[in-house]
């Protein structure tokens, strides 16, 4: 069983994907670097969570909730 943090990250990637197909034109729609967006969503297995703010933009980017992020089965 995956621990709550990795759900997290892969719901965020898993929404990206979606969207996207991948991380890099959401990346470009952030105005990051896909690798940094990247590393900000793997941080969050360990915890270490990016802002809400930060998370709010993606939201917005996928056009879809924050809660979206934490929906854990």
């Known amino acids: 069983m995956l621990n709550?943090?990795?759900e997290i990250s892969k719901n965020i990637k898993k929404i990206m994907r979606?969207?996207?197909g991948?991380?890099?034109e959401c990346a470009?729609?952030?105005g990051?670097?896909?690798r940094s967006l990247n590393d900000s969503i793997n941080k969050i297995k360990n915890g270490h969570?990016?802002?809400v703010k930060q998370l709010k933009r993606i939201a917005k980017v996928c056009e879809c909730e924050i809660t979206d992020f934490f929906k854990v089965d």
Do not use: C, H, N, R
């Open 18 to 20: 979606e969207k996207f």
């Open 22 to 24: 991948t991380g890099t």
């Open 49 to 51: 969570y990016p802002s």
């Open 28 to 30: 470009k729609l952030l």
């Open 32 to 34: 990051v670097s896909a």
């Open 4 to 6: 709550l943090d990795e």
